[in-house]
């Protein structure tokens, strides 16, 4: 695989400058320099050494199809333990100790995926919510240790300068962003939710207070080598993808849920319409005829010794 050129930054005047890499090889493949300018009206953040392992691994449910969520958060996971030095993991394991692209690790990587699905309360999916669960058990060692760590979720729909608040908790360390996908809902003009995906960001630029932003994911579901030879059960090359989000407001179909605990089946009663903010993603990696891509929020995440 090719990684993506680095967005061209001529346009901004961000101050860019190298960033000294505590593990110059386990990571983000060079050439990577790191961006922290978040003074002006410009923004640009880029963090070095995330790895972008991949979700679909055997020995995982369904081969790791519903993994994203675990395979993103592992990501954050490696910067900490390989970057800032911090004892991240679970009992003997440490991430700090692993490197994704090393073949031998390749299955205590697969193990550690499934440890956060696990701590993340994985039920053929994960959410936001549960994943910062599993930093926090993830992240128990290091405070042992004496570090301090911290994490919290920022929606769409409830900040205002959301792709500026991006920037901010970026410049902390990577984050885990999350999109829906979205068809056409009961009512004319209404969407649905049908899915959705979770992901690492790694970069960010923009303008503070602004309708645009463009991203750098490592994304764990899209490896070029998807579907070829042995991808079960070998580390794609990392990638950075390149995607662009524009904000938008959209009427929203939500449909009632069942309650497993009940007799009656609530899903047959009707749904509600409501408005929301929402950032449609898109991407030359991400294209798709049947749906449209709504960015709903991010986990972010922060230590410190």
Request: net charge neutral.
């Amino acid at each position: 695989m090719i990684r993506n050129a680095l967005l061209a930054a001529a346009a901004l005047t961000a101050i860019v400058a190298p960033t000294a890499s505590a593990d110059p090889i386990i990571g983000q493949p060079a050439p990577c320099v790191g961006a922290s300018d978040l003074v002006g009206p410009v923004f640009t953040v880029r963090k070095c050494g995330v790895s972008d392992v991949d979700q679909f691994r055997a020995g995982l449910e369904n081969n790791g199809n519903a993994y994203c969520g675990p395979a993103s958060l592992y990501n954050v996971l490696h910067y900490w333990g390989h970057e800032k030095g911090a004892p991240v993991g679970w009992l003997t394991t440490k991430v700090g100790n692993l490197d994704p692209k090393d073949q031998a690790d390749y299955n205590v990587i697969t193990n550690s995926i499934g440890r956060i699905g696990v701590d993340a309360k994985y039920n053929g999916g994960t959410n936001m919510t549960n994943l910062r669960t599993a930093w926090d058990i993830a992240t128990k060692p290091a405070r042992d240790a004496g570090w301090t760590t911290s994490r919290g979720y920022v929606s769409t729909n409830e900040q205002i300068d959301w792709a500026g608040e991006l920037a901010r908790k970026l410049n902390e360390g990577p984050l885990q962003l999350v999109y829906g996908r979205y068809k056409d809902g009961p009512q004319v003009g209404s969407l649905q939710r049908t899915g959705g995906h979770i992901v690492t960001v790694v970069a960010a630029s923009g303008t503070f207070n602004n309708t645009t932003v463009q991203l750098k994911l490592a994304d764990p579901g899209r490896a070029l080598d998807h579907g070829q030879g042995d991808y079960l059960k070998t580390q794609s090359q990392y990638e950075s993808l390149d995607v662009y989000l524009v904000r938008q407001n959209i009427y929203e179909y939500v449909p009632v849920k069942d309650d497993e605990n009940t007799r009656e089946d609530e899903s047959l009663q009707p749904g509600t319409y409501r408005y929301v903010q929402r950032w449609e993603l898109s991407g030359p990696r991400y294209q798709s005829n049947t749906t449209r891509q709504f960015v709903e929020g991010f986990n972010w995440f922060d230590m410190a010794k």
